[in-house]
């Protein structure tokens, strides 16, 4: 029995609407590309911007896809922070509000409170 499948037998049973290429490289196998993996995408950047990516590039040992993949991806990420932290508190009350039908109204509540503490200090004095 067998256990593990090839990559190719992985690409073809699972990606089969895949458009794919496959071209022979040198001597190593083969090469391929998926075509919803990865979209290839064209920018401009200035000779500044070009250098600085070709440097940090060279820095961090990463290819300049791969550091502006990563930038993109902080970028487009949900804000964090205190912006981030006061929209995730008001979605879960929003999603809390009515979940206790049974207390009573902000308002009511708070009045409530008043009239106890205004009994409390007549008793007191």
Known sequence: MRF???MEGI???HMAPARRRVQPDSGSGCMMYISYIMHRTQIYLDDHQ???LTERSRQVGRTKSAIIR?????YLAPPSGEGGAVAR???AVREACGA???LPTGAAYVEELRALEAERQRLHD
């Open 4 to 6: 593990f499948m090839s």
């Open 11 to 13: 690409m073809q049973r």
């Open 50 to 52: 070009d250098r600085r």
């Open 70 to 74: 990563e930038a993109i991806d902080a």
């Open 89 to 91: 508190l008001r979605a």
């Open 100 to 102: 206790a039908p049974h």
